[in-house]
């Protein structure tokens, strides 16, 4: 499978993409970004030079993915959501050599207009709502909503709420899928 590219994106020599990736209209891949296999990135996205984007990654329009931010496999950016990679920026202080790096772990959504403050680890299967601002790491598996983002519940991989608590221990299935996830000092985890 080849790359798709559109006549209006711009794509700099050096950028590695991998087979079956769609890059639309006014898009700009940096050259040293690395992009893995059967990605999507919908109109108006920018791709920073120190980027690393997995597998089957679906990256909506109007996104900018700067410089330290990594996405694992099978991750979701809604539309217009916002990556920073300078904690405290200032127009006149170059901070080029303080930029904190992100990391979203495989299959976290990232909801249309939410925020991650450089420096964050978004786990496994998290979950952040639409608008939240997530200013702090993010369990496996957690529903995030709100400014700034709290945890309001678990997610399942297939993207549906799992009946549990915050905390303490219990176990559920996912009425969609069937596959049971268990709660353990506070950590969610898919069983089988």
Known sequence: MSVTVHSTAIVDDGAQIGAGTR??????ICAGARIGCACSFGQNVFVGNDVVIGNNVKVQ?????????TLEDDVFCGP?????NVYNPRSAVIRKDEYRRTLIRRGATLGANSTIVCGVTVGEYAFVGAGAVVNHDVPDYALMVGVPARQIGW???????????????????????GKRYELRDGRCRLVD
Do not use: K
């Not at 890059?23 to 700009?28: A, G, L, R, S, Y």
């Open 23 to 28: 890059i639309w209209h006014w898009v700009h």
């Open 61 to 69: 329009n109007n996104v900018s993915v700067y410089d330290a931010v």
């Open 80 to 84: 217009s959501m916002v990556f920073t």
């Open 155 to 177: 997610m399942s991989q297939n993207g549906e709420r799992l009946n549990l608590p915050l905390s303490g221990n219990a176990e559920t299935v996912c009425e969609h899928t």
